[in-house]
Antibody, heavy 120, light 108 residues
Framework: QITLKESGPTLVKPTQTLTLTCTFSGFSLSTSGVGVGWIRQPPGKALEWLALIYWDDDKRYSPSLKSRLTITKDTSKNQVVLTMTNMDPVDTATYYC????????????WGQGTLVTVSS | EIVLTQSPATLSLSPGERATLSCRASQSVSSYLAWYQQKPGQAPRLLIYDASNRATGIPARFSGSGSGTDFTLTISSLEPEDFAVYYCQQRSNWQGYTFGQGTKLEIK
């Protein structure tokens, strides 16, 4: 059974760096064809894809946020970490991590999400 | 960056009716399109991948079609639990992934 769970601060100040951790079980990020992505959703708004890391350490970022994002993995801990620099109130959102099925080219398992508020 | 435009923004229908949701891509995405359902307070759930393949456990009343730039999600006969927000999502080799802005399916 695949599960994912996001963790990190619920409140960050403007200009600070956000670090979120996705801890997962039921699969290994060293297995070919696997990826983990981050997606966010501001309150009442649409989903926005942020970043993705593949089993082979290949990485993809949203073009509009690329300069602010870093995604890494720790295969031994079954974790993926997303950092986002220079946080702004418009970055207030629920942040989800999700398992990517390479075969489906889609996110087939999602974490519950974590709400991050950016405010001074 | 590939933009996905969903229509309509809101669709008001009654249980038992047929729902047709549209997703248009700004350039061809081949058949690399997925559909998700999201209910309030919940994470999205994958319904359809590769334009027309139902994900595991998805009822047969959900179907997807299309290729290139125009895609459709059809719910053949609406059940009460189908009223939710639906998102399409595409995958591009070099540009990553993008989501549409969503269609809210509400009870009429």
């Amino acid at each position: 059974q695949i599960t994912l769970k996001e963790s990190g601060p619920t409140l960050v100040k403007p200009t600070q760096t956000l670090t979120l951790t996705c801890t997962f079980s039921g699969f290994s990020l060293s297995t070919s064809g696997v990826g983990v992505g981050w997606i966010r959703q501001p309150p009442g708004k649409a989903l926005e894809w942020l970043a993705l890391i593949y089993w082979d350490d290949d990485k993809r970022y949203s073009p509009s946020l690329k300069s602010r994002l870093t995604i890494t993995k720790d295969t031994s801990k079954n974790q993926v970490v997303l950092t986002m620099t220079n946080m702004d109130p418009v970055d207030t959102a629920t942040y989800y991590c999700a398992h990517l099925s390479i075969a489906a080219r889609a996110f087939d398992y999602w974490g519950q999400g974590t709400l991050v508020t950016v405010s001074s | 960056e590939i933009v996905l435009t969903q229509s309509p923004a809101t669709l008001s229908l009654s249980p038992g009716e047929r729902a047709t949701l549209s997703c248009r891509a700004s350039q061809s995405v081949s058949s690399y399109l997925a559909w998700y359902q999201q209910k309030p307070g919940q994470a999205p759930r994958l319904l359809i991948y590769d334009a027309s393949n139902r994900a595991t456990g998805i009822p047969a009343r959900f179907s997807g079609s299309g290729s290139g730039t125009d895609f459709t999600l059809t719910i053949s006969s609406l059940e009460p639990e189908d009223f939710a927000v639906y998102y399409c999502q595409q995958r591009s080799n070099w540009q990553g992934y993008t989501f549409g802005q969503g269609t809210k399916l509400e009870i009429k």
